[in-house]
């Protein structure tokens, strides 16, 4: 023992002679001021070799071990590591297995760079930056607080891109989430937004935003409704609305809602008092439709006709009995009128106006066929709104009249025309034509129930003055049949005699009417 510790001695009091322990278990170069635990040639002021699988090295707090270098060469410490002094750091740098990927603690900026993928809660991130839970219901992945408490504070996600040459613009698009009013303790004012940004022309601007209500403004920081565009909107296919939902399309007061069609050519127009145009831009009625075409009235089916036509009207039902239009005034004890087009074989059909005449019935008072003909259910006036024949042309013009019946054997039928008005005198004239079928002859004897014998008549009395007395002029006398004009009370009339006493007879009559100064009130 004495002799070991007196060759100790000897070797550490000179500079020249190293310290070897154990065959390098632990080796002191004393000229190099150096110590090697495994070596005897340590490149450092302390150098550890290892070759076994043992740790490298261990540190103790007492018996409690804080820090390990494993074999291969892991880390493991216990306790919290500081790496220089509050306010005088230093950089932390960490180097990964790809050449040019680290991650930088920089003092200097007090920033942690990295360059590489981060992966929080994976170990094998995707992209830059990563993070993974597996929790039930909702996972964050990312939180961003701002501490401060004042009014209009915010919080954002920036994104930046780079233009030609390398110059990054930092503010590319945001996502901006703010307060939309001063916090204070009461829930009420715990509103906030959620805005979008983009950059144009290098200035960054609000292009959409979500209020605390849920309401989506695009060009606009104040949506009042669900969704609020300020601009054009376009839309690829359709716009609709949800099942037992009324779609409104509204306009601001005093403006129109116009719809296009084929870019920007305008179709439809609803003006801001309720007018509606087709084809037109200022409509001056409730419905106002305008083509500018100029073709001829077709003389072909007229079905299916193009541009010409301003109103089509159709029922598509190949059952079909009529198309029509209703015109109606009033809600109340209304008006009513039916212009229809009465299907009545392959290609044809009549034209029908009904009218109500009360308030369960209506109708027909004209019809016009497909063939021409025209039926009016009563009197015609033509410059007068008051007819009081069946067919009158003025009011104090010409006038017609039609009667039908039948006179019984040795019977009598006497029509007269009112007068309108007393006084005058008033002048005319008038004309009896018509046809009389005798019941029951056959060659004016035989009695066979035919109407084989037709009479025609005409009696004409070229002046009379009304209110005073009517000639009375017998027309004539067939077979015991005798046509007369007559006077009743002061009016003109045409009396009827059958006097055969066997057979009745049935007649058609017209009565024309002209005269001057003076309107009948009633036909009889």
Known sequence: MGSLVAELAEKLSSATNNFDIDEQTLYVN???????????????????????????????????????????????????????????????????????????????????????????????????????????????????????????????????????????????GQIIVGKENDWTGTA?????????????????????RIDSSGKVGIGTTSPSTTLDVDGEITVK???????????????????????????????????????????????????????????????????????????????????ANYSGLKLETRTTGASAWLIANEWKNTYLGDLVFRGRSDGNNSSERMRITSAGTVTIDNNVGIGTTSPVGDFQIGSNGIMTHFFSGTISASGSVTHTMTQNSTGGPYYGAFMYTGIIFFQGWSNGATNNG????????????????????????????YGGHSFSTATTNGNPALAINNSSGSYALEYKLTWMFATQGYTPSSWA
């Open 30 to 172: 004393t000229s190099a001021d150096t110590v090697g635990i495994g070596t005897n040639s340590p490149d450092g002021k302390l150098s550890v070799h290892q070759s076994g699988t043992d740790d490298i090295f261990n540190l103790y707090d007492g018996t409690t071990n804080i820090l390990t270098v494993a074999d291969g060469g892991t880390l493991t410490h216990k306790g919290t590591l500081l790496v220089g002094v509050d306010d005088t750091g230093h950089d932390v740098k960490f180097f990964g297995a790809t050449s040019g990927k680290y991650m930088l603690w920089d003092e200097s900026a007090d920033s942690l760079i990295v360059d590489g993928k981060v992966g929080i809660g994976t170990n094998s991130p995707g992209s830059i930056l990563e993070t993974s839970q597996d929790v039930a219901g909702n996972a964050v992945g990312i939180r961003v607080i701002n501490t401060n408490d004042a009014d209009g504070d915010s919080v954002s996600l920036d994104f930046g891109l780079a233009r030609d040459g390398g110059l990054v613009f930092g503010n590319g």
């Open 237 to 319: 296919s359709k716009i609709q609305a949800f099942t037992g939902t009324s779609l409104t399309l509204q306009s601001p007061s005093g403006n129109a809602v116009i719809i296009n069609t084929n870019g920007a050519n305008e179709k439809v127009r609803i003006t801001s008092d309720g007018k509606v145009g087709i084809g037109v831009s200022s409509p001056i009625s409730p419905l106002h439709i305008g083509i500018s075409a100029t073709d001829s009235i077709p003389t072909n089916t007229l079905a299916q006709q193009g541009d010409n036509n301003v109103l089509v009207l159709r029922n598509e039902s190949n059952s």
């Open 450 to 477: 035919n109407k084989s014998e037709v009479l025609p008549f005409a009696i004409a009395q070229t002046s009379f003055s009304i209110g005073s007395a009517i000639a009375s002029a017998t027309a004539g006398s």
């Open 188 to 208: 009420s004012t715990i509103d906030s937004y959620m805005a979008f940004h983009t950059i144009l022309n290098e200035s960054n601007s609000e292009a959409m």
